[in-house]
């Protein structure tokens, strides 16, 4: 029977359309398509399969063109590896950032399977002087002025990947999501999945690669999903790239009441971007960590589930605190980052609930 306790799906923005995953209802490593967080910037492309192409352009011996038959007749590959939209976490700034205002449901997990984006490239051939290559989407639209900067009339939503992430193991070009033909809000017939990246590397609706010779200086490059970086002195304009180390607390939900003295299962999930996730603390006290229970498969970019039991020893306010750590050491840290630009929002967000003496009668959904 279906569970008419689901929570929906948040849709954000009807037109293009935008729609959250309610995170309260993780309970899988693999989010269903139809489930899965939508994030478009132009109308949907509706395009025919029939007469779709992939062009590859640019720098290469032999410029090409693919149909999706060519595409899937070449050796196949699959990468499990969590999405997250750069925006996820927004509306936790203060004051608020310009933008969609996602709460945790810009992200999920799932299986892309497609070919190596490095295969392509090499039926290609591509020059010695290639430095990226351009992924363009067939959606195009004017960005106004409402926006952060307008753009020149209408354009594509075009990002490029430095060489050495276009020939690695973790840059497909994707036609199925969970074994499934790619849905059209997902890129159908073909996109990009970028394993440690944030979502705006994955190109949906693929029509070009283009491989370019010097850093692409595009709308979505230059302009957004772009932060700024301090590793080079006087700080600079970067892209946004790999996603930053993160955990979030899916149960129990912000306001829940739990009974003292009966365990609670505090259940999220955590990644991180090249690096991979190591470990995931949980505080509920604001003073002490305690080291979460991993759950389900261990990929190299797939994210984990963690669990943590908690007996609240008294009645009373608490805020239950994750905390990710990838691993090289980085941590999730405690408060914002500065210059992130409204993106990439990883600080610990407290989750509030109530702790109230066991009534007498049945245990609640979420006390095991
Ligand atoms: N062509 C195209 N690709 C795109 C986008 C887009 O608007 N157009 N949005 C990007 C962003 S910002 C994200 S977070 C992911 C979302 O993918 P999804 O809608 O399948 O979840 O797609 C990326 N690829
Ligand atoms: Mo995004």
């Not at 307008?150 to 490029?160: C, K, Q, Y």
Request: charge should be negative; aromatic fraction near 10%; glycine fraction near 8%.
């Amino acid at each position: 029977m279906p569970n008419t306790d689901q929570p929906a799906p948040i849709v954000r923005q009807k037109s293009p359309l935008n729609v959250e995953y309610p995170f309260s209802a993780l309970s899988r490593w693999l989010i269903p398509a139809d489930q899965f967080y939508v994030r478009n910037h132009f109308p949907t492309p509706n395009l025919d399969e029939r007469i779709w192409r992939l062009a590859v352009t640019g720098a290469v011996r032999n410029e090409l063109t693919l149909d999706l038959p060519a595409l899937q007749a070449m050796p196949g590959t699959e990468l499990a590896a969590v999405m997250e939209c750069a925006g996820n976490g927004r509306v936790f700034y203060e004051p608020p950032k310009e933008g969609l205002q996602w709460q945790t449901g810009a992200v999920g997990n799932a299986l892309w399977s497609g070919v190596l984006l490095r295969e392509v490239l090499a039926r290609a051939g591509v020059s010695a002087k290639a430095v990226e290559v351009v992924l363009i989407g067939a959606d195009r639209g004017v960005i106004d002025a409402g926006k952060k900067t307008a753009s020149p009339g209408p354009i594509a939503f075009a990002r490029s990947l430095p060489l050495a992430k276009a020939m690695s193991d973790s840059a497909l070009l994707a036609y199925a999501m969970n074994d499934e033909p790619l849905g059209i809000e997902h890129g159908f017939p073909l996109r990009a999945a970028v394993g440690g990246w944030y979502g705006m590397a994955w190109v949906k609706w693929l029509v070009e690669i283009r491989v370019v010779e010097r850093p692409f200086t595009g709308y979505w490059q230059a302009r957004d999903y772009i932060r700024w970086d301090h590793g080079l002195g006087e700080p600079t304009l970067a892209p946004l790239t790999e996603m930053e180390v993160k955990a979030q607390i899916a149960q129990p939900v912000s306001g829940a009441i739990v009974h003292v003295g009966q365990p609670v299962r505090i259940f999220g999930a955590a990644w991180a971007g090249e690096a991979g996730l190591a470990q995931v603390l949980v505080s509920t006290d604001e003073r002490t960590w305690q080291e979460a229970r991993l759950l389900g498969p261990a990929t190299p970019f797939g994210w984990r589930l963690w669990d943590y039991a908690w007996t609240p020893p008294a009645p009373g306010h608490y805020g239950l605190r994750c905390r990710a750590i990838d691993a090289t050491g980085a941590t999730q840290p405690d408060a914002p980052q500065p210059d992130r630009e409204g993106y990439a929002a990883n600080w610990i967000i407290p989750i509030p609930v109530q702790a109230v003496v066991a009534p007498d009668g049945p245990v609640d959904d979420f006390v095991i």
